[in-house]
Protein backbone atom coordinates (compact mmCIF):
# COMPACT_ATOMS: atom_id res chain seq x y z
CA UNK A 1 0.00 0.00 0.00
CA UNK A 2 1.86 3.36 -1.09
CA UNK A 3 2.15 5.82 1.68
CA UNK A 4 3.17 9.45 1.00
CA UNK A 5 6.78 10.27 0.52
CA UNK A 6 7.85 12.03 4.21
CA UNK A 7 10.57 14.88 3.80
CA UNK A 8 11.55 14.40 7.10
CA UNK A 9 12.53 10.36 6.33
CA UNK A 10 14.69 11.97 2.83
CA UNK A 11 16.11 14.56 4.50
CA UNK A 12 17.86 12.38 7.36
CA UNK A 13 21.03 11.21 5.17
CA UNK A 14 21.02 14.56 3.99
CA UNK A 15 25.03 15.86 4.68
CA UNK A 16 27.19 18.92 3.23
CA UNK A 17 29.71 15.80 1.96
CA UNK A 18 27.65 14.64 -0.94
CA UNK A 19 27.88 18.28 -2.51
CA UNK A 20 29.60 18.75 -5.76
CA UNK A 21 32.20 21.80 -5.35
CA UNK A 22 30.76 22.91 -8.80
CA UNK A 23 33.19 26.06 -8.64
CA UNK A 24 36.30 23.77 -10.03
CA UNK A 25 36.64 21.41 -12.32
CA UNK A 26 36.19 18.48 -10.63
CA UNK A 27 35.16 14.46 -11.08
CA UNK A 28 31.20 14.02 -10.10
CA UNK A 29 28.74 11.55 -9.83
CA UNK A 30 25.68 11.98 -11.80
CA UNK A 31 22.68 10.35 -10.63
CA UNK A 32 19.02 9.64 -12.19
CA UNK A 33 16.37 8.81 -10.26
CA UNK A 34 13.49 7.44 -12.07
CA UNK A 35 10.22 8.37 -10.34
CA UNK A 36 6.57 6.20 -11.36
CA UNK A 37 4.49 8.38 -11.36
CA UNK A 38 1.93 5.85 -13.54
CA UNK A 39 1.65 2.27 -14.39
CA UNK A 40 -0.91 0.73 -16.81
CA UNK A 41 -1.35 -3.01 -17.00
CA UNK A 42 -1.93 -5.33 -20.02
CA UNK A 43 -5.63 -5.22 -19.26
CA UNK A 44 -5.52 -1.27 -19.42
CA UNK A 45 -5.92 -0.35 -15.61
CA UNK A 46 -4.06 2.17 -14.40
CA UNK A 47 -2.09 2.82 -11.11
CA UNK A 48 -0.96 6.14 -10.02
CA UNK A 49 2.26 5.48 -8.14
CA UNK A 50 4.38 9.09 -7.11
CA UNK A 51 1.84 12.04 -6.49
CA UNK A 52 2.45 15.10 -6.97
CA UNK A 53 2.60 15.58 -3.66
CA UNK A 54 5.25 13.34 -3.70
CA UNK A 55 7.19 14.80 -6.62
CA UNK A 56 6.82 18.03 -4.44
CA UNK A 57 8.40 16.70 -1.48
CA UNK A 58 11.02 15.05 -3.66
CA UNK A 59 12.08 18.26 -5.60
CA UNK A 60 12.19 19.76 -2.02
CA UNK A 61 14.70 17.32 -0.57
CA UNK A 62 16.86 17.26 -3.03
CA UNK A 63 17.31 20.61 -3.68
CA UNK A 64 17.99 21.22 0.02
CA UNK A 65 20.47 18.30 -0.02
CA UNK A 66 22.19 19.52 -3.51
CA UNK A 67 21.10 22.62 -4.31
CA UNK A 68 19.68 22.22 -7.29
CA UNK A 69 18.79 19.46 -9.49
CA UNK A 70 17.15 19.28 -13.35
CA UNK A 71 14.06 17.48 -13.72
CA UNK A 72 13.59 15.95 -17.40
CA UNK A 73 10.72 15.26 -19.68
CA UNK A 74 8.57 11.80 -18.93
CA UNK A 75 9.76 9.02 -20.02
CA UNK A 76 7.72 6.29 -21.19
CA UNK A 77 9.33 2.40 -20.40
CA UNK A 78 7.37 -1.11 -21.00
CA UNK A 79 8.08 -4.31 -19.63
CA UNK A 80 7.44 -8.03 -17.87
CA UNK A 81 6.75 -7.79 -14.47
CA UNK A 82 7.08 -11.22 -14.52
CA UNK A 83 9.46 -12.73 -17.19
CA UNK A 84 7.96 -15.77 -17.12
CA UNK A 85 4.49 -14.49 -17.26
CA UNK A 86 3.53 -12.98 -20.57
CA UNK A 87 -0.18 -11.04 -19.36
CA UNK A 88 2.31 -9.29 -16.72
CA UNK A 89 3.25 -6.65 -19.91
CA UNK A 90 3.56 -3.21 -18.44
CA UNK A 91 3.39 0.28 -19.02
CA UNK A 92 5.42 2.65 -16.72
CA UNK A 93 5.55 6.64 -17.09
CA UNK A 94 8.34 7.88 -15.02
CA UNK A 95 10.31 11.32 -14.59
CA UNK A 96 13.95 11.42 -14.34
CA UNK A 97 15.54 13.76 -11.54
CA UNK A 98 18.81 14.48 -11.90
CA UNK A 99 21.81 15.80 -9.50
CA UNK A 100 24.97 15.86 -9.38
CA UNK A 101 27.05 14.54 -6.04
CA UNK A 102 30.37 14.42 -4.40
CA UNK A 103 31.91 10.85 -5.94
CA UNK A 104 32.03 9.42 -2.65
CA UNK A 105 30.67 6.51 -0.83
CA UNK A 106 28.51 8.93 1.16
CA UNK A 107 27.00 9.82 -1.64
CA UNK A 108 25.77 6.16 -2.57
CA UNK A 109 24.94 5.75 0.89
CA UNK A 110 22.31 8.48 0.61
CA UNK A 111 20.63 7.38 -2.80
CA UNK A 112 20.39 3.96 -1.47
CA UNK A 113 18.48 5.27 1.73
CA UNK A 114 16.35 7.94 -1.14
CA UNK A 115 16.00 4.25 -3.38
CA UNK A 116 14.65 2.35 0.24
CA UNK A 117 12.75 4.87 0.76
CA UNK A 118 10.71 5.60 -2.18
CA UNK A 119 10.38 1.57 -2.49
CA UNK A 120 8.54 1.57 0.41
CA UNK A 121 6.51 4.04 -0.27
CA UNK A 122 5.85 4.37 -3.92
CA UNK A 123 5.20 0.41 -2.82
CA UNK A 124 7.53 -0.77 -5.88
CA UNK A 125 9.69 -3.48 -5.93
CA UNK A 126 12.96 -1.53 -7.49
CA UNK A 127 12.79 2.04 -7.94
CA UNK A 128 16.14 2.56 -10.40
CA UNK A 129 18.47 4.87 -9.71
CA UNK A 130 21.45 5.27 -12.14
CA UNK A 131 24.69 6.52 -11.42
CA UNK A 132 27.20 7.99 -13.92
CA UNK A 133 30.85 9.32 -13.50
CA UNK A 134 31.34 12.82 -15.07
CA UNK A 135 33.82 15.40 -15.45
CA UNK A 136 32.69 19.01 -14.30
CA UNK A 137 35.29 21.09 -17.09
CA UNK A 138 36.18 24.31 -15.73
CA UNK A 139 37.02 26.75 -18.56
CA UNK A 140 39.30 29.57 -17.85
CA UNK A 141 37.80 32.83 -19.33
CA UNK A 142 38.02 33.25 -23.30
CA UNK A 143 40.47 36.63 -23.65
CA UNK A 144 37.89 37.84 -26.38
CA UNK A 145 34.84 37.12 -24.59
CA UNK A 146 36.38 39.34 -21.33
CA UNK B 1 13.87 53.39 -35.28
CA UNK B 2 12.78 49.66 -35.07
CA UNK B 3 13.82 47.15 -37.33
CA UNK B 4 12.03 43.06 -37.67
CA UNK B 5 14.54 40.34 -39.16
CA UNK B 6 12.54 37.81 -41.75
CA UNK B 7 9.99 35.85 -40.36
CA UNK B 8 10.42 38.14 -36.75
CA UNK B 9 13.15 35.91 -35.57
CA UNK B 10 14.49 38.66 -33.36
CA UNK B 11 14.12 42.20 -32.99
CA UNK B 12 16.54 45.07 -32.79
CA UNK B 13 16.52 48.58 -32.03
CA UNK B 14 19.44 50.76 -33.13
CA UNK B 15 19.13 53.11 -30.20
CA UNK B 16 20.11 49.81 -28.11
CA UNK B 17 21.85 46.43 -29.05
CA UNK B 18 19.66 44.56 -27.08
CA UNK B 19 18.20 41.56 -28.94
CA UNK B 20 15.07 40.06 -27.29
CA UNK B 21 14.50 36.59 -27.42
CA UNK B 22 11.58 35.32 -29.40
CA UNK B 23 9.06 32.44 -27.70
CA UNK B 24 10.48 30.07 -29.34
CA UNK B 25 13.55 30.89 -30.70
CA UNK B 26 16.79 29.06 -30.72
CA UNK B 27 18.18 32.38 -28.83
CA UNK B 28 14.95 32.37 -26.01
CA UNK B 29 15.83 33.18 -22.62
CA UNK B 30 16.26 31.44 -19.55
CA UNK B 31 14.45 32.64 -16.47
CA UNK B 32 14.39 32.27 -13.06
CA UNK B 33 11.37 32.44 -11.02
CA UNK B 34 10.00 31.98 -7.25
CA UNK B 35 7.70 30.06 -6.41
CA UNK B 36 7.11 30.43 -2.71
CA UNK B 37 3.72 29.07 -2.00
CA UNK B 38 3.62 25.36 -2.51
CA UNK B 39 0.43 24.75 -3.20
CA UNK B 40 1.41 26.73 -6.41
CA UNK B 41 4.50 24.99 -6.84
CA UNK B 42 2.43 21.62 -7.54
CA UNK B 43 0.61 23.32 -9.94
CA UNK B 44 3.76 24.36 -11.71
CA UNK B 45 4.87 20.73 -11.54
CA UNK B 46 2.58 19.66 -13.39
CA UNK B 47 2.06 22.41 -15.87
CA UNK B 48 6.01 22.09 -16.66
CA UNK B 49 5.55 18.16 -16.58
CA UNK B 50 2.76 18.37 -19.53
CA UNK B 51 5.63 21.19 -21.26
CA UNK B 52 7.36 17.84 -21.89
CA UNK B 53 10.99 20.01 -21.43
CA UNK B 54 13.84 19.81 -18.79
CA UNK B 55 13.72 22.64 -16.42
CA UNK B 56 16.15 23.43 -13.51
CA UNK B 57 14.79 23.26 -9.96
CA UNK B 58 17.07 25.13 -7.69
CA UNK B 59 17.33 25.46 -3.42
CA UNK B 60 14.98 28.30 -2.31
CA UNK B 61 11.91 27.38 -4.35
CA UNK B 62 13.79 28.80 -7.40
CA UNK B 63 12.89 27.35 -10.98
CA UNK B 64 14.95 28.09 -14.14
CA UNK B 65 12.58 28.04 -17.01
CA UNK B 66 12.69 28.20 -20.68
CA UNK B 67 10.00 31.23 -21.95
CA UNK B 68 7.74 28.98 -22.92
CA UNK B 69 7.75 27.42 -20.26
CA UNK B 70 6.84 30.49 -18.08
CA UNK B 71 4.61 31.20 -20.79
CA UNK B 72 2.99 27.98 -19.83
CA UNK B 73 2.45 28.66 -16.21
CA UNK B 74 0.91 32.08 -16.96
CA UNK B 75 -1.79 30.93 -18.90
CA UNK B 76 -2.23 27.88 -16.02
CA UNK B 77 -2.51 31.20 -13.55
CA UNK B 78 0.02 29.71 -11.77
CA UNK B 79 1.37 32.50 -9.52
CA UNK B 80 5.25 33.75 -9.37
CA UNK B 81 8.00 35.71 -8.72
CA UNK B 82 10.41 36.86 -11.78
CA UNK B 83 14.05 36.68 -10.29
CA UNK B 84 15.76 37.37 -13.09
CA UNK B 85 16.52 36.30 -17.03
CA UNK B 86 19.07 36.24 -18.89
CA UNK B 87 18.70 37.97 -22.64
CA UNK B 88 19.16 36.10 -25.99
CA UNK B 89 23.23 36.35 -25.63
CA UNK B 90 22.99 35.00 -22.62
CA UNK B 91 23.95 38.22 -20.24
CA UNK B 92 22.22 38.82 -17.20
CA UNK B 93 18.68 41.28 -17.97
Not at chain 1, 43 to 72: M, P, Q
Not at chain 2, 68 to 84: N, T
Request: hydrophobic share 40%; aromatic share 6%.
Amino acid sequence: MAKPISAAALAKFANDDVRVPMDVGALAWKYTILVPVEEVSFTGERRTLATVDDLETLRGVLCDSFLGLSILPPIQGHGLRDPLNPTSLEINKNIPFVVYASPTSLSDKYFEHLQTELQKCLDQGVILIERQEVFLLKADVIPSLA
Amino acid sequence: MKRSTSKGAVKKTATNSKVEPTQNGIRASIHLLHIPDREARKRALQVLIDTNEMWLSLIGDKYGLSTAQVDALRRAKVPFICVSKTIADGQAD
